[in-house]
């Protein structure tokens, strides 16, 4: 005898061996054994044996017409072989009988399972949506084979025009028939999906593409503006009476900082340190800090800006030259002849604003030998002629106090690069870092937050501190993090460091501002009236905001930067490059700040200049390929620690920044910092769009504005 019988919801037959009660030991056609439940067997029969009739079963299933048999089935429940005689006749064996069940098993939409060989027939109005609904998914299934094809031939659908392209690969919605058919092309042509639809024309770019993947993940909503009620700046303020002066880059619109030099009798001399003051136009909770607390950093990209505040706040509050601005001003007086700081103040006020002055054409005139000999024309030179030795003095103060915590010498780096982007075309061009006019912004934009960071805690007013303390021995592992409560930051050479100069393109220098007006305008009883009070949870919880996301902005343009490097190799056609050793087989391009990985370069010594051949460049995972051809020189070895010293000093943090993986692009931020690079996040990236860049003189100027890691800036630290 034979069984046909449910085993876990699937249908199987078998020849029975014995049978013990109510279970059968039944034999299947393959040789294994199954001990069976009289309740779980639907047909017990001769003929055919079981392998024969799950075939006869199978083919007659298929011949089943499922309309006819729903319109023979009653309306309620019945067991299956009810319908054996109204579909099949009088005489039907246990392969029809087989056949219905595997019928009315298999087609759910028709038939409702109410048990052991029971079912009942689906309600006429439930069956037509099912029934619909089938025809839907076999019409898309349709569609979706359609487009599969086409992008496995390399034409793209209509259906996949305009933003849809960009959306499959940034934020997909992975039931839709349009990314499963992308899904099959990739996988049957083996490439990546947006390489695929790179080559079908679905996408600019591959900079259109980094470009979308990132406004899709930090600014889904775009990167416009709501309208903003106009920031009102209290009329109350008094006028200063000095007259101020910028630097920056060409480019730069967001003016943050502004000095001015006074002569005093006996020989002294007040300089002012003045802020772009937003925080007494924007409100704590108003339409502008919602706006700031969103995007919490103007985002840097070569060619671009996506500017934390509107652009009619921007301009209200900008230091532009030809009139009085709102400011925060420190102010210093100084002893000439010392160099040393004899009292200081803080002011809300405003500030003539007399010129705007531009690195590009001035960094080759206001040099050191021209400012010691007093020579050359230029704007506010008997300004300039009075900071330079002062902001030598402030240098040469940070460096005895980097020593007190067990670090060498700050060695200034030499070279900076600037991107200008015009379309596709990219200009990148070298910059000397460490010149006068860069060293006067740093020193005096430290001095700016160090004193600033005690002013708040000595009147008991919680701001955000940005400290930097080793671990263990005073020559350990140091660590950078952002902390509501005054610190040192060793790799300065500062007591204490609160972010405050850039107020116009980062959150954490507007809140700070709000704290130090409260300061300046209620004195000892500040800790009442500042908008943030003493272990505020809100301002823990900006603190926490600003960090990820001002690294994940770093990390994009870090990322930007090296795709635009890869772009100038392709757009100079470049096949060969000079690049010389930094550790192992790391390397760095001399022309383009570019670090790349060459497996089995060898051993070279540190700074080996090598003569290397581009093989291969993808724009699209942003990734180079090259090989060493010949050595072009080795330098000369230095004995001893400091040679060892100087092989050491920022590896790691090169080692980490070459790694274009976002763990190591996160690993390189904290090598920067650790090793005290610059912790202003200020862009080193400039338009060629006439938008701001940040042009590497850095607000906060340098944490270390001399690491030799320095160097790799753009690659390991782009959020200066």
């Known amino acids: 005898m034979n069984v046909f019988f449910e085993e876990s919801g699937s249908f199987k037959a078998g020849s029975v061996l014995s049978r013990q009660g109510d279970a059968f030991q039944v034999e299947l056609p393959g040789g294994r054994r199954a001990k069976v439940r009289a309740k779980d067997v639907l047909i ?20 089943i017409d499922l309309d006819f048999l729903w319109e023979c089935a009653p309306d309620d429940e019945f067991p299956f072989a009810t319908l054996g005689a109204e579909y099949f006749g009088e005489h039907f064996g246990a392969a029809e009988r087989a056949a219905l ?176 003051a937003p925080a007494l136009g924007i409100q704590r909770g108003d339409e502008a800090d919602a706006i700031a607390r969103t995007r919490l950093s103007t985002v840097y990209m070569p060619g671009d800006k996506i500017t934390m505040l509107p652009d009619s706040v921007v301009e209200t509050f900008t230091l532009a030259e030809g009139g009085y601005r709102p400011a925060l001003s420190l102010y210093v007086i100084v002893n000439r002849e010392t160099q040393e700081i004899v009292a200081s103040e803080t002011r809300a006020e405003r500030v003539f604003v007399k010129s705007n002055l531009r690195h590009n054409t001035l960094d080759e005139i206001v040099t050191e030998q021209a400012l010691a000999e007093g020579t050359g024309d230029y704007p506010h030179k008997d300004d300039i002629a009075v900071l330079w030795p002062f902001a030598q003095a402030l240098f040469e103060k940070r460096q005895t106090a980097r020593a007190g915590y067990g670090l060498r010498r700050e060695v200034q780096r030499n070279t900076d690069f600037n991107f200008y982007v015009d379309g596709e075309h990219i200009t990148i061009t070298p910059r000397r870092r460490g010149s006068p006019l860069d060293t006067i912004v740093a020193e005096l934009a430290i001095l700016a937050n160090s004193s600033w960071g005690a002013f708040l805690h000595d009147h008991g007013v919680p701001g955000i501190y940005r400290t930097q303390r080793a671990f263990g021995a005073p020559s350990g ?14 790799g300065l050479g500062v007591t204490q460091y609160a ?83 930094v550790k192992g087989d790391l390397v760095r391009l001399e022309e383009i700040p570019l670090l790349l990985h060459v497996p089995g370069l060898g051993v070279h010594a540190r700074g080996t200049r ?23 020189d080795a330098p000369t070895v230095t004995s001893g620690g400091e040679a060892d010293e100087a092989e050491d000093e920022g590896d790691e ?50 944490d270390s504005a001399a690491n030799p890691a320095d160097a790799e800036q753009h690659i390991t630290e782009p959020g200066r």
């Not at 635009?564 to 056609?573: A, D, S």
Request: charged share 25%; proline share 4%; aromatic share 8%.
């Open 477 to 490: 592992p140091k660590r950078t993090r952002m902390q509501t409560n005054a610190a040192p930051h060793e």
């Open 101 to 276: 069940v595997l019928r009315m098993h298999g087609s759910p939409v028709y038939f409702r399972r109410k048990g052991r060989g029971m079912y009942q027939r689906a309600p006429q109005e439930q069956l037509k949506m099912a029934l619909a609904g089938l025809e839907r998914k076999r019409q898309q299934a349709l569609v979706q084979a359609q487009y599969e094809e086409e992008l496995k031939e390399g034409r793209l659908p209509d259906a996949f025009t305009g933003s849809k392209a960009l959306a499959l690969l940034t934020k997909p919605d992975k039931n839709t028939i349009e990314y499963k058919a992308l899904e099959g092309a990739a996988a049957a042509r083996g490439i990546s999906q947006a390489r695929l639809m790179l080559e079908c024309g679905a996408i600019a770019s591959p900079r259109a593409l980094h470009e979308a993947k990132f406004l899709s993940e930090f600014f889904p909503h775009g990167t416009g503006f709501p309208p903003v009620a106009a920031a009102i700046v209290p009329d109350d303020l008094p006028q200063a009476d000095g007259e101020a002066f910028s630097i920056d880059d060409i480019t730069t619109t967001e003016i943050d900082d502004a000095f001015s030099v006074e002569h005093l009798a006996d020989g002294r001399v007040r300089i002012g340190v003045h802020i772009a």
């Open 653 to 702: 943090e090169l080692l980490d920044a070459a790694d274009d993986s976002a763990e190591g692009e996160a690993e390189a931020q904290a090598e920067a910092d650790l090793d005290g690079n610059l912790d202003d996040g200020e862009s080193a990236t400039e338009n060629g769009t006439g938008d701001e860049r940040n042009d590497g003189n850095s607000d906060e100027g340098n």
């Open 610 to 632: 090598l003569q290397m051949e581009v093989m291969s460049i993808d724009e699209l995972t942003i990734e180079a390929s090259v090989r060493l051809l010949h050595v072009l």
């Open 44 to 63: 017990e029969f001769d003929k055919p044996g079981a392998a024969e009739l799950m075939g006869q079963a199978d083919a007659l299933a298929q011949e």
């Open 499 to 581: 972010w405050s100069t850039s107020p116009l393109r980062r959150y954490v220098d507007l809140v700070n501002q709000w704290q130090l007006i409260a300061c300046v305008q209620h004195g000892v009883t500040a800790k009442l009236a500042a908008p943030f009070k003493p272990k505020d949870a809100d301002l823990f919880a900006v603190v926490q905001g600003f960090d990820d996301t001002y690294t994940a902005y770093a990390d994009y343009q870090r990322r930007m930067e090296y795709f635009w490097c890869l772009r100038w190799l392709k757009q100079e056609n470049r096949k060969q490059v000079v690049a010389s050793v």
